[in-house]
């Protein structure tokens, strides 16, 4: 009945698509290439290779390789960093009277102005992308894990201290847990824009890549491959999204049962 | 084993404990019962050093109190904000004994000896929030117990239950305190209930707060919810500890009793 139902919401998506078919045909603009005609090309370019390689081809590997492994890796590094840093921060008031100001500067600028800044201070590709998405993506996972340490619960921390917990045992069994809602909330916001960054780095900070292939296909006119490119990134927005709500289910299962019974 | 002489607390100009002096013999369980406000809570947490008192002085065998001694454990009203929803009810218990020195194996089997003792031992596994109010309030004492403290401080332990788990609850704590012999200090605004479960109880005046009157109470190690109550003893005694907790002055004839 559910996935009755699941399918039944999914209707609009069919009838955009059909309209879209139909109005981009009669339209026969060059920039708006039919979703069939999208469809096809991203067929050949990313799926018409031997079925060993699960059809990928030697396009694929080259365009979703590097940008996936920079992706995770940006977002991992932001994650380490940024949760060290906030628990940190989050625990110490001296710590944090400092580097408030600090933080709220940083995160008020707008991560591509700082592209240009990378590329002069480190080397072209690889590293200057990987600098960009950190530091565009660590804002929230550092502001929202300083907020998650700092607002534990009194009596937590009192029952921390009557048991004589050590320091470590108080981080790693009473504060980051008790931030990891928080910390969550923060991790997936920072996944989203860590997409949005690594497309922006691709185009202006280096060669391969789906931001690289996105720009080399528009300065050459090829449009049906800049919409397949656009589709699939919104594709893997939706799938990493999806998966890392997996995951916090998973992981957060005591929050969400905890909020749902007291 | 507990001496509490002089305790003076002032938060700002505001004087909430007004040289409060009260003993407590080894395995001796005393109640402290007094109006809502009196500063009981900080009674309790100047004992168990979350907080430094402005004056007055806090001997546990014999050793002042100044950082928060490490043979003292402590069950709060709000278990629902005192036992960590994201841990099991046997970890719960067993993280605290890390302190203890023992591995993870001996955690493990004192933590289950402390649930079985307090009725929770096919529970282990739950979350705080697969648990009643009752429950969860018995996974905190078993922390307590299984901590193996001197001194058990209890911060009005069953105030948030209803009245049917309130009374196991008390008898549960009757039962574990004389098998253990700890000293407790159990803290309450119900004269009944300070009655029923001590072996003195104290009561407080209203803020600033003194001590109104140290009353033992003479019912015998072993009650019961219903004949205890009953006893002319015990009528007499929760009167008199109801006339004082509303102000009143102690009755020669009753103090005479004793």
């Known amino acids: 009945m559910n996935a009755i139902r699941a399918v039944g919401r999914l209707w609009l998506v069919p009838v955009t698509l059909v309209a879209w078919e139909i109005a981009t045909r009669v339209a026969e603009q060059p920039f708006f290439p039919p979703p069939s005609a999208t469809l096809v090309r991203m067929g050949e370019m990313w799926l018409s290779g031997p079925p060993s390689r699960l059809l990928l081809t030697e396009q694929a590997m080259s365009d979703f390789g590097p940008s996936l492994a920079r992706l995770f890796a940006g977002w991992a590094l932001a994650a380490v960093i940024g949760v060290a840093a906030g628990v940190a921060i989050g625990c110490s008031t001296r710590l944090s009277d400092y580097l408030d100001p600090l933080i709220h500067l940083g995160r008020a600028v707008p991560p591509p102005l700082l592209v240009p800044f990378f590329l002069a201070l480190l080397k072209l590709g690889t590293p200057a992308q990987l600098a960009t998405i950190v530091f565009g993506i660590i804002w929230p996972i550092l502001v929202n894990t300083i907020d998650g340490a700092r607002t534990v619960d009194r009596q937590h921390l009192e029952t921390a201290r009557i048991f004589g917990f050590s320091t470590v045992q108080r981080l790693t069994r009473v504060i980051v847990p008790a931030a990891m809602p928080k910390i969550f909330a923060g991790l997936r916001l920072a996944l989203s824009l860590a997409l949005i960054l690594l497309i922006v780095a691709e185009i202006f900070a280096g060669s391969g890549g789906l931001g690289y292939r996105l720009l080399s296909a528009q300065r050459t006119y090829l449009y049906a491959d800049m919409w397949g490119c656009l589709v699939v990134l919104g594709l893997l927005g939706y799938l990493l999204n999806s998966a890392f709500l997996l995951l916090e289910r998973r992981v957060l299962a005591w929050h969400r049962n905890a909020r749902q019974t007291t | ?258």
């Open chain 2, 1 to 258: 084993m507990l001496e509490i002489t002089d305790l003076v607390h002032s938060y700002g100009s505001h004087r909430v404990l007004d040289g409060v002096s009260i003993r407590a013999a080894e395995g001796e369980l005393v109640c402290v019962v007094g109006p809502s406000g009196c500063g009981k809570s900080t009674l309790l947490r100047s004992v168990a050093g979350l907080i430094r008192p402005t004056g007055g002085r806090v001997l546990i065998d014999g050793r002042p109190v100044e950082r928060i001694p490490d043979n003292l454990a402590v069950v709060f009203q709000d278990y629902s904000r005192s036992l960590y929803p994201w841990m099991t009810a046997a970890n719960n218990v067993a993280l605290p004994l890390r302190r203890r020195g023992l591995d993870r194996r001996r955690r493990r089997e004192a933590a289950m000896a402390a649930l079985d003792q307090v009725g929770l031992a096919d529970a282990a596994e739950k979350y705080p929030w697969e648990m009643s109010g009752g429950m969860q309030q018995r996974v905190s004492i078993a922390r307590a117990l299984a901590y193996r403290p001197s001194l058990l401080l209890m911060d009005e332990p069953f105030g948030s239950v209803d009245a049917q788990t309130r009374e196991d609850l008390e008898d549960l704590v009757l039962r574990v305190c004389a098998h253990h012999g700890m000293t407790t200090l159990l803290i309450t605004h119900d004269i009944d209930e300070s009655v029923y479960v001590g072996d003195r109880v104290i009561v407080l005046t209203r803020s600033p707060t003194r001590v109104a009157a140290d009353l033992p109470v003479d019912l015998g190690r072993s009650r019961d919810q219903i004949a205890t109550r009953q006893l002319g003893a015990f009528v007499r005694l929760r009167a008199e500890v109801g006339r004082l907790v509303r102000g009143g002055s102690p009755t020669p004839t009753v103090l005479e009793k004793h």
